[in-house]
């Protein structure tokens, strides 16, 4: 099995000690992706949907510097800073992926980094 770090400059830097997305054999586990524009890494102040589609923006990013794209995503988490967010978040979240749904869970939590409303990781498979 081998184990690479991967990291995008597409996608904001981290700001702890954790890499963007880890790929073991082909296999990809992205760290959590929250609002950040990569090119300032300031956070944006949108709505849950701008939010959303950003964070979609900079999964992507990491999932293509791995050679990965959605369409090979086969599990992601949402994590919400509320759940009166969730029917907007879904929108946003159907429309990036299409007819392409990887399996899903959606959390609700008290806080998320950088007070952000949204947080989305994922597993996907390097083809």
């Known amino acids: 099995m081998s184990r690479k770090i ?8 981290p700001i702890g000690p954790y ?3 880890i790929q073991m054999d082909n296999l990809l586990f992205t760290s959590g992706q929250i609002a950040i ?4 890494g300031e956070v944006l102040n949108g709505d849950v949907a701008e939010q959303t589609k950003l964070v979609l923006e900079n999964v992507s990013a990491v999932l293509e510097a791995a050679g990965s794209s959605r369409q090979h995503v086969l599990k992601t988490t ?6 009166s967010d969730f029917a907007t978040v879904n ?3 159907g429309e990036y ?4 749904l990887p399996a899903r869970s959606t959390i609700e939590v008290s806080r998320l980094p950088k007070d952000v409303l949204v947080e989305i ?3 996907a498979m390097i083809p």
């Open 6 to 13: 991967i990291n995008s400059d597409r996608a904001p830097a």
């Open 19 to 21: 890499s963007q997305a």
């Open 37 to 40: 524009d990569p090119e300032s």
């Open 78 to 83: 949402i994590f919400l800073k509320n759940m």
């Open 91 to 93: 929108q946003v979240y």
């Open 97 to 100: 992926f299409g007819d392409v």
């Open 121 to 123: 990781d994922c597993i």
